[in-house]
């Protein structure tokens, strides 16, 4: 094989068939590991088309990889295959400003690419907690974050795509034009799609003004209940927040201790974080109906955090919550969306469960709009009980935000991890559609074969 790759990538630095690192082989959590008979790092649309034509002719399974920040196990290879890291295609190549894009290729790293455009007095919005991912595995992942409430999700900022199928035809999907209804979308139908259909290898990027301020809001409340209770009221009164986060006071306190850092405020069981952006008086008004709201809800306090300083500590804190938990205890991170009328019913199930079960669940997470992050912690369970244990309860949580009306991932995705559980609550109708894309795109399953809706 490797003479093969060779002849694609003319560069034996970039092609690797011996001692591939551990880290390449497995996702952010480095819990399971796959196996790979190569690693390959292409720089052009050309050298991916090339890789996958020769992985095709030879029934090799390929996985596409941009930084390997998922925590759902979705770049984790199989059998004798390829891993195609994307991360040395990372240049931006254009920022038009006639038409408000930009165009990169996907290995470029979120906040190099959101400076990037700052810089340039423009702005892109999707703001998921971990900076360090790539655009394309971003798209991938149509990942979400802390923006979300107010300018919508990763695939809202899509325009098109420069795909590579698996059989290394190069396709153009999506373009500058503000709307499309040319025919199925399939730019649309990729966005989110875990490196299952195709191979991203451009981006066009949708920006907007970059907006004047941005403040912080934290509210103190003395039950995780009442502070998601606020959260209707708040959206109610059409403050427009960019971000509402909630976590609880014990909660906080891993993150202060993992950072050694503190809250503003400690009083409060839990709270609510909210951030406003746009003009400076825009912004006042919404803190000042805010703070009629919160105390209608019965607030304990409302903290306007003008200072960057402690704001930028509050934020750091809420954005190192699952590597706090992780530093005390191994941990399945889920991300289970429920209608956004049903988080506190959620919640509060989660805290119940937990009281019975025995196994310790905390949950924070984006109030704005109902994705509930859940860390449920191992604790000193051996490996048998752990897994046992886990997947009892798993069952149980998934199926009970199904009867909410929630779904299995807001925006982490399935990868290997949920896979069980996904069709266990999927409509097998949605599920044969979802296998019937995928065979059109991919007939051989070559790409990350392993995810749920390729079989
Ligand atoms: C501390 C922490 C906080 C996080 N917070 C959030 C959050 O708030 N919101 C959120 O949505 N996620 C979050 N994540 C998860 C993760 O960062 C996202 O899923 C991210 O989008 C993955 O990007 P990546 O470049 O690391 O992709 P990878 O992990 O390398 O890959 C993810 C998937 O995309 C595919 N892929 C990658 N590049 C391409 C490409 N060019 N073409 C085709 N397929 C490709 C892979 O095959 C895989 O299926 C967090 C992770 C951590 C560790």
């Given amino acids: 094989m490797r003479e093969d790759l060779l002849a694609v990538i003319n560069d034996e630095k970039r092609v690797i068939t011996e001692n591939i690192e551990r880290k390449y082989l497995s996702d952010n959590l480095e819990r399971r590991q796959g196996t790979a008979g190569a690693l390959v790092f292409p720089v052009s649309t050309e050298e991916v088309s090339g890789i996958l034509k020769y992985a095709y002719d030879n029934n090799l399974p390929v996985t596409p990889r941009g930084a390997g920040t998922n925590l759902v196990g979705s770049t984790i290879p199989s059998g004798n295959g390829i891993v195609l890291d994307l991360s040395l295609m990372n240049h931006i190549l254009e920022l038009d400003k006639e038409t408000f894009t930009a165009t990169v290729e996907p290995g ?66 999506g373009s500058k034009n503000r709307k499309d209804t040319s025919g199925l979308n399939i730019k649309d139908i990729v966005v989110g799609s875990e490196g299952t259909l195709a191979v991203i290898t451009k981006c066009i990027l949708k920006l907007i003004p970059k907006p004047q301020e941005s403040v912080s809001v934290l509210v103190g409340f003395d039950s995780l209940k009442s502070g998601i209770e606020s959260v209707r009221k708040i959206i109610n009164a059409n403050l427009n927040p960019t971000a509402i986060e909630f976590i609880e006071r014990k909660v906080v306190q891993l993150g202060e201790e993992f950072l050694q850092l503190e809250f503003p405020e400690k009083k409060s069981e839990a709270y609510i974080l909210l951030t406003f952006d746009g003009n400076k008086r825009e912004i006042d008004d919404h803190i000042e109906a805010l703070k009629t709201v919160a105390k209608d809800s019965g607030a304990i306090t409302v903290l306007t955090l003008e200072d960057k300083e402690t704001a930028a500590r509050v934020w750091k804190i809420r954005g190192v919550l699952v590597r706090a938990v992780e530093a005390v205890s191994e941990q399945e991170p889920l991300d289970i969306v429920v209608p956004i009328n049903k988080i506190d019913t959620f919640v509060n199930f989660v805290n119940e469960l937990e009281k019975k079960s025995g196994m ?79 065979s059109s795109f991919d007939k051989k399953n070559i790409l990350n074969a392993g995810i749920s809706y390729n079989v």
Avoid at 387 to 394: I, P, T, W, Y
């Fill in 360 to 438: 310790r669940m905390i949950s924070f997470g984006h109030a704005g709009d109902g994705n509930v992050h859940l860390c449920v912690v191992r604790g000193d369970r051996d490996d048998y009980t752990w897994e046992k244990e886990l997947d009892e309860n798993l069952e149980i949580l998934y199926r009970k935000a199904t009867e909410l009306g929630g779904l299995v991932s807001g925006e982490h995705g399935i990868g290997l991890s949920k896979q069980k559980y996904l069709k266990e609550v999927t409509n097998p109708v949605n599920l044969a559609l979802m296998k019937s894309i995928k």
């Fill in 108 to 173: 470029v790293i979120l906040e190099d690419f959101q400076s990037y455009v700052e810089e340039q007095g423009l702005f892109y919005p999707p703001d998921p907690g971990e900076k360090k991912a790539t655009i394309g595995g971003n798209i991938s992942t149509n990942a979400g974050g802390m923006r979300a409430v107010k300018y919508g999700v990763t695939k809202d900022y899509v325009m098109g795509l420069e795909l590579v199928l698996a059989d290394g035809t190069v396709v153009q999907a």
